[in-house]
């Protein structure tokens, strides 16, 4: 009698649950706009403060992965929308983005930047100007009496050029950490998380980086999102929380992340 062939030992489940929808489904779920539906307004109200109190579940890694995944598939290398040429026009246009959108700095930043596109001209266009060419941005004073001295700073101290350094972005005037932030990784592709008021209302809303600061949710969404992804993490965030996931009225039946987004606000479609 031949002998038995001994059997390959099974393989152990990890007993971690994997997400229940494929990428391919997700997208077209979320192009078709029936991902999720939306739950009335006073439970959406309740949601969002449970959101803020950190009283949702957290995500597990595999659902990180997932939808990075699919933030990916959807848009592979996604681009920021604040119009620019170079490190210095980047620096610039996003120091005169605080507490103003996108948009209304682009419109301003051409006749900005064909003035004056490198630090020296922007000296010498000198203060007055620069205010009245960005007059149509809020806060405008004290932006363009930053963008002057930021720019002087630049050729005192580093020969005229961006550098590539937190503590010295930080240490130029009108620059914070999340200025800092947005310039490392749009200009030298550093893996960095700026977190603004979209980036924050995702981190909680959904539980992916809960944190009743800007720096905890951005610590967290560096602990969490896989290295492959860190690079445009940034702008997949910003976009969904620009155009999705919405302050007041989240389009959580658009949503590619709506299976995973742990905001009991809604209904996931099955």
Known sequence: MAPKTPRKPSKKRSGKKAPGRSVRQSLDKARKGKAAALK???????????????AIPQ?????????????????AVPKGELLHSDPYTLLVAVVLSAQATDAGVNK???ALFAAAPTPAKMVALG?????????????????????VLLSQKLI?????????????????PGV???????????????????VDTHIFRIG????????????????????????????????WL????RYVCLARRPLCEKCLIADLCKWPGKTVAA
């Open 40 to 54: 009335p307004p006073k439970k959406r109200l309740a949601a969002d403060r449970k959101a803020i109190a950190g």
């Open 59 to 75: 995500w597990t890694p595999q659902e990180v992965e997932e939808a990075f995944r699919r933030f990916q598939a959807a848009t």
């Open 108 to 110: 301003a930043t051409p």
């Open 127 to 147: 203060e007055d100007k620069v205010r009245d060419l960005i007059k149509t941005i809020g806060l405008f004073r004290t932006k363009a009496k930053n963008v």
């Open 156 to 172: 005192d101290e580093h020969g005229g050029v961006v550098p590539r350094s937190r503590e010295a972005l930080e240490a130029l």
């Open 176 to 194: 914070g950490r999340k200025t800092a932030n947005v310039v490392l990784n749009m200009a030298f592709g550093e893996p960095t998380m700026a």
């Open 204 to 235: 909680n809303r959904t539980g992916l980086a809960p944190g009743k600061t800007p720096l905890e949710v951005e610590l967290k969404l560096l602990e969490v999102i896989p290295a492959k992804y860190m690079l445009h993490a940034h702008h």
């Open 238 to 241: 910003i976009l969904h929380g």
